[in-house]
């Protein structure tokens, strides 16, 4: 049986639409440009492996029926993936264990500092239900016993260091990005997948747009590659027809096989 990685959400930090109604250039009859807060789930024969909790995050997994989570990857310090880390409170009390979370130090200090309840135990009655993990730069699962590497590779993000993860040589996971390093190209090349952050057309501090997406997909050549943390500027049907024959957008449920 393959490896199943899940894009649970696709969205912006503010998704789509916002929460004012605001759909930007999407067209609302097209199910497609509905897209919650970023975040995906790896899912081996072993495994549920979640990457971020985005604030959307209850939504998303009743809606893929998600009833375990083994432990969690965190990309990055910023709400629209740290959020909805509260939501992983009914696997504990399923599970009556701790969930293991990873994270890099910027983005431990963060959550321990905004959500310190889940982490201490101030009564009987209110338990730690996470513990808290140093992200290595290898994470190892079982696929059908087969061992399975999870890299993940610092990029830029604006002023902030994001994690990206490859997942068995096969898959990129890149959701925010301001700078790819050169010294890590050769770990992106030739992939099956690439899911690719592309917020809009246009010059962002913060992430890839456009252009730097296809140049990027360009260079490391997957077979396919994958548009995500798609801003409401972006209908999907319009920024299809735009894009090579390997290169898709996301959208909400898009479920990739290893």
């Keep these: 049986m ?11 930090s503010m998704g789509v639409p916002r929460a004012d109604g605001f759909f930007g250039n999407c067209n609302p009859k097209n199910k497609k440009n509905y897209r919650t ?10 495994e549920n492996i979640l990457i971020d909790t985005s604030p959307d995050l209850r939504q998303q997994l009743l809606r893929h029926k998600i009833k375990k989570i083994s432990r969690v990857l965190y990309s ?15 696997f504990y009390i399923n599970s009556k264990q701790q969930i293991n979370v990873y994270a890099d ?24 239900t996470l513990k808290l993990k140093k992200l ?23 002023n902030v260091k994001s994690n990206c993860f490859i997942i068995d040589r096969k898959l990129a996971y890149i959701s925010d990005v301001s700078k790819i390093y050169n010294r890590d190209f050769k770990d992106f090349k030739n992939l099956n997948y ?3 952050d592309c917020l809009w057309y246009n010059y962002h501090p913060s992430h890839f747009n456009l252009e730097t997406s296809l140049s990027i997909i ?40 290893l």
């Design 37 to 46: 807060r970023c975040s995906a789930l790896i899912k081996t024969s072993e």
């Design 76 to 90: 990055h310090m910023h709400g629209d993936q740290t959020h909805g880390i509260n939501d992983l409170r009914s």
């Design 218 to 257: 360009k260079k490391f050549k997957p077979k396919k590659a994958i548009l995500t943390n798609l801003s409401p500027v972006l209908d999907y049907k319009i920024l299809k027809k735009l894009l090579p024959k390997n290169v898709i957008p996301a959208h909400d449920g898009l479920t990739l096989e």
């Design 105 to 128: 130090v910027h983005t431990s200090k963060y959550l321990k500092n905004t959500f310190s309840y889940i982490f201490n135990s101030f009564s009987k009655e209110y338990p730690a």
């Design 136 to 158: 290595q730069k290898n994470i190892f699962t079982k696929n059908y016993n087969k061992k399975i590497k999870i890299k993940s590779i610092a990029v830029e993000h604006g």
């Design 194 to 196: 690439l899911v690719i």
């Design 2 to 12: 393959s490896i199943k990685i899940i894009l649970l959400g696709t969205g912006s």
